[in-house]
T-cell receptor
Framework: NAGVTQTPKFQVLKTGQSMTLQCAQD?????MSWYRQDPGMGLRLIHY???????DQGEVPNGYNVSRSTTEDFPLRLLSAAPSQTSVYFC????????????FGPGTRLTVT | AQSVSQHNHHVILSEAASLELGCNYS??????LFWYVQYPGQHLQLLLK??????LVKGIKGFEAEFIKSKFSFNLRKPSVQWSDTAEYFC???????????FGTGTRLQVFP
């Protein structure tokens, strides 16, 4: 199993550009989530999903959209990037339909100039 | 809303010293509790978890944590640290009536030989 994979590893965007961060898992996990990690602020939950077709907001959802059309994929979309979205983004998945032990991907480092 | 506090932001120890990292949460209901570790350049991985039962839980690499319900605490301990324990440590809490995992701000541990 590849586990949780994220692409790209690094990305630089200009303010106002849009992009999609990809996340996929091959463990047939129901629960998936997106976090951003910023120095001194730990990890903050952006959006999560308890199964295909179901998504909900986390602590810091503004500026981000998600969808969950399949169990495997959970892309995160930035519609109009802002410098405040410069961060490291982690995707995670859990085997149950709710929060349990989470398996994290390697992260995407995003810089918005 | 639930929140998690890690009061030790940066801890510096010599090898063989004992470690205790504090974690407190604010939520009056039933919780699931986790400690995750992020080694330099790597993604997060689970150290240990508490769902129910014995409040003293043992994890990987000699770490343990004790859940004290009356103090809303879940402190992480290790009797004798090694240089390889240098990492960032995150406490996380899931209130069982939610599907959200909320992280603390993290504690950076540096162990010197």
């Amino acid at each position: 199993n590849a586990g949780v994979t994220q692409t790209p590893k690094f990305q630089v965007l200009k303010t106002g550009q849009s992009m999609t961060l990809q996340c996929a898992q091959d463990m047939n996990h129901e629960y998936m989530s997106w976090y951003r990690q910023d120095p001194g602020m730990g990890l903050r939950l952006i959006h999560y999903s308890v199964g295909a077709g179901i998504t909900d907001q986390g602590e810091v959802p503004n500026g981000y959209n998600v969808s969950r059309s399949t169990t495997e994929d959970f892309p995160l979309r930035l519609l109009s990037a802002a410098p405040s979205q410069t961060s490291v983004y982690f995707c995670a998945s859990s085997p149950l339909r709710t929060v349990s032990e989470q398996y994290f991907g390697p992260g995407t480092r995003l810089t918005v100039t | 809303a639930q929140s998690v506090s890690q009061h030790n932001h940066h801890v510096i120890l010599s090898e063989a010293a004992s470690l205790e990292l504090g974690c407190n949460y604010s939520y009056g209901g039933t919780v699931n509790l986790f400690w995750y570790v992020q080694y330099p350049g790597q993604h997060l991985q689970l150290l240990l978890k508490y769902f129910s039962g014995d409040p003293l839980v043992k994890g990987i690499k000699g770490f343990e944590a004790e859940f004290i319900k009356s103090k809303f605490s879940f402190n992480l301990r290790k009797p004798s640290v090694q240089w390889s324990d240098t990492a960032e440590y995150f406490c996380a809490v899931n209130a069982r009536n939610t599907d959200k995992l909320i992280f603390g701000t993290g504690t950076r541990l540096q162990v010197f030989p």
